[in-house]
């Protein structure tokens, strides 16, 4: 059963730091694209950003400078470093994989979130 476990959320104070961790497991061949995404209440999910198997990584506009995406291809694990944290920033953090399993199935998986909340 493929599973992405997503931690490292919290409260965190304006300007301060976190490090969201997604690992998938289960059945996987390989794993092509992984990214987070966000979505803020009463809006729709938007990417934060992606990083394929090669290490190439695309950011939101909103976060470029802040935060960085990285992967361990080892681990099937995806992190995502942010400092500087805003109030904006404020959502529940999806993890995304883009991945073949063992028996040459394609999926696009989504973890449950984690939920990073930037306030005073």
């Known amino acids: 059963q493929l599973q992405l476990v997503e931690s490292g959320g919290g409260l965190v104070q304006p300007g301060g730091s976190l490090r969201l961790s997604c690992a998938a497991s289960?059945?996987?061949?390989?794993?092509?694209?992984m990214g987070w995404y966000r979505q803020a209440p009463g809006k729709q999910r938007e990417l934060v950003a992606t990083i394929t198997s090669g290490g190439s990584t695309n950011y939101a506009d909103s976060v470029k400078g802040r935060f960085t995406i990285s992967r361990d291809n080892a681990k099937n694990t995806v992190y995502l470093q942010m400092v500087s944290l805003k109030p904006e920033d404020t959502a529940l953090y999806y993890c995304?994989?883009?991945?073949?399993?063992?028996?040459?199935?394609?999926?696009?998986?989504w973890g449950q979130g984690t939920q990073v909340t930037v306030s005073s």
């Open positions: 289960g059945s996987i061949f390989s794993i092509y694209t």
């Open positions: 995304n994989a883009y991945l073949v399993t063992v028996a040459a199935e394609e999926y696009d998986y």
